[in-house]
């Protein structure tokens, strides 16, 4: 794929400003839903204490958000299409700013569907996001260097990833109450002070729905460059003609699991160090973000240096199987080194996102913007995997038996990075 004219981000013309400014302001979008998704294993034990659920009710949090990315990714794909990535770009936001003020109803309501419709609407509009700014960050710019320019917008998402649990522990985990003190009160104290619990979710998403408002509204007023593609041709009629590309529908199949993988390690975390270290839970989201989000952070710097010398499918092969191996001490360690192995897992799994994504779409030509919008699609594995995870850990006992789900989905992104990524013509 050919951007009409490819970027130097280093030279000065007006036409590069206006690409690099471009970038910078779409890099921002990927720290923002990099945010709000590392809030959820925020939200999980908030609202797993707050309503008494079971851990496979509480990862509703996690299906109500990526079932979205299996709804919304097609429309978002022929919203870019027909309206251009800019469009696409402003609704997305919109229905990000709308979910997130949607917070305020739902704790007064104190109802738990609520949330979760909050948590959809909100995904809908990352759902449209991500389908835009993933393409638009890796076309804005040398074609050659694409995976390292997707690894580097995706860093900001491990910025957000360190940040969110940070701030999220301190403006929600500690305005509850303990266990012990919820057990001393009687049934109506008890069900005030849950409700008071759930309420102290309502600043911090009045804040960010103000937030996503203000950069709408740059957006609005800014001029993006548009990507068009050299010699086009005529546009696939149908989602079967693009999966005949054998390694989008392996990169489908690899985002799938991964992303399951992913959710699976972030969102349970809390519970996870809680359990198999007996962390309390202000501490386990100081582990959260300090280390898995830091990790994941460098991480992907690091692998977007690492690039430079080791080609992106082989970097997302190796890392894939030390994850296998961090999986295997993670479900079978104890003490504190089940959490450190997650915390090393976070750190290999920081490329896989974006490096998946960009193998996946590369020579799709035509297709590109369906392409993008399955592979958004396949993101409802973050909606699938985790439930089976929370059964298995419900059914044993032991959250750390539940990580031979995020072990199995390693498997196969090794087998993605090492063989299935190839583009074969058909």
């Known amino acids: 794929m050919q951007p009409s004219n490819p970027a130097n981000l280093g030279s000065q013309t007006p036409a590069n400003n206006r690409t690099r400014f471009a970038f910078i302001m779409v890099t921002s979008l990927f720290f923002m839903w990099g945010f709000v998704h590392n809030m959820d294993p925020i939200l999980i034990p908030h609202l797993k204490k707050s309503f008494s659920l079971s851990t496979l009710q509480s990862s509703l949090v996690d299906s109500a958000v990526f079932i979205a990315y299996f709804l919304m990714a097609l429309p978002a794909g022929f919203i870019m299409k027909k309206?251009?990535?800019?469009?696409?770009?402003?609704?997305?936001?919109?229905?990000?700013?709308?979910?997130?003020?949607l917070f305020i109803p739902a704790a007064n309501t104190q109802q738990y569907l609520f949330f979760l419709m909050a948590?959809?609407?909100?995904?809908?509009?990352?759902?449209?996001?991500?389908?835009?700014?993933n393409p638009y960050a890796s076309l804005l710019g040398d074609p050659a260097t694409a995976t390292q320019r997707l690894n580097f917008a995706q860093s900001f998402n491990g910025l957000a990833a360190t940040l969110a649990p940070i701030i999220g522990a301190r403006v929600i985990l500690t305005k509850g109450f303990s266990d012990d003190a919820l057990q001393a009160m009687d049934a109506i104290s008890r069900q005030a002070a849950l409700a008071s619990e759930a309420a102290s979710v309502k600043m911090p998403y009045l804040v960010l729905g103000c937030c996503i408002v203000l950069i709408a509204l740059v957006f609005a007023f800014i001029k993006l460059p548009e990507i068009h593609e050299e010699d086009r041709q005529p546009a696939a009629k149908s989602i079967w003609h693009t999966l005949h590309h054998k390694h989008l529908l392996f990169a489908v199949l690899a985002q799938f699991f991964y992303v399951g993988a992913q959710v699976c390690v972030f969102s349970f975390f809390i519970l996870f160090a809680v359990k198999s270290s007996g962390l309390d839970r202000v501490k386990a989201a100081d582990y959260l973000g300090w280390g898995c989000g830091m990790a994941f952070m460098i991480g992907r710097f690091a692998g977007t240096f690492f690039m430079r010398y080791i080609k992106p499918?082989?970097?997302?092969?190796?890392?894939?199987?030390?994850?296998?191996?961090?999986c295997a001490v993670a479900i079978t360690a104890n003490g504190m080194l089940p959490v450190y192995a997650v915390i090393g897992i976070t750190f290999f799994m920081s490329i896989m996102f974006p490096t998946i994504f960009s193998l996946g779409i590369q020579n799709l030509g035509p297709d590109t913007e369906l392409g993008s919008s399955l592979i958004i699609m396949s993101i409802v594995g973050g909606a699938l995997l985790p439930p089976i995870l929370g059964y298995i850990s419900d059914k044993t006992g032991n959250i750390q038996t539940g990580y031979w789900v995020p072990l199995l989905c390693f498997v196969y992104v090794a087998w993605f990075g090492w063989k299935g990524y190839e583009v074969k013509q058909h």
Not at 84 to 101: D, M, N, Q, V
Not at 313 to 326: E, K, P
């Open 313 to 326: 499918n082989r970097l997302l092969a190796v890392y894939a199987l030390i994850n296998v191996a961090l």
């Open 119 to 133: 948590l959809f609407i909100i995904a809908c509009g990352l759902t449209i996001l991500e389908t835009a700014a």
């Open 83 to 101: 309206y251009g990535y800019k469009s696409g770009i402003i609704t997305g936001l919109s229905l990000f700013a709308i979910g997130s003020f």
